[in-house]
């Protein structure tokens, strides 16, 4: 699936400005389109700097990462991201035991791997109109697409208060102790 607008380069930054709309998305570039953004103009950033000076000049209303992207300081462009109050930022990994490190680091959305491209657009589309949540979950999230839930109890650790970060494809819900990092799943 492709965009209709198609990806801008960091080249492209200091020619268009800011424009409201915009989705950057911090990735390989071989899993750039595993991410469609429907009407918004896509960015794509598949270093630390380019996306830092994406977040800093084209305040996108989304910032995308793929967590399992090695090639990127993910906590880094978190803080940058963070320093904005406009911007959302989403995580897409492989692995949900990644989750609460996301979580941690300022993350709004959890997408688990494998990805439908619809599912992408549409919670892309969500995240671009919501307001962001300020601060990490252990701060209150409350705008955040995960949820704490302070009377249910982390098996590994004992200490109640967890978050849930996402509703599988098998109506599984997620949930991460952001204490210990444990991760477990439940039917709703």
Known sequence: MRDTVGVVTPSDIDRIGVVAGCVLIVASPSCTDRYPTGHFARLAAHTTQDAIAAIERRRPTVVVIDWDFAAVDKLAIC??????????????????SDAPAAIKA????????????????????????AVPARGTAASGAEGATYRLWSQICCPSCQVYGVASFELAKRRTLWFACLRCDHVWTARP
């Not at 803080?79 to 949900?96: H, N, Q, Y």
């Not at 709004?108 to 969500?126: F, G, K, V, Y």
Request: glycine share 4%; hydrophobic share 60%.
């Open 79 to 96: 803080r940058v991201a963070g320093i904005f109050p406009t911007i959302t930022v989403m995580a897409s990994m492989a692995v949900a």
């Open 106 to 129: 300022g993350c709004q959305a959890i997408l688990l791997e494998p990805i439908a491209p619809q599912l992408a657009m549409m919670r892309i589309a969500r995240l671009s109109q």
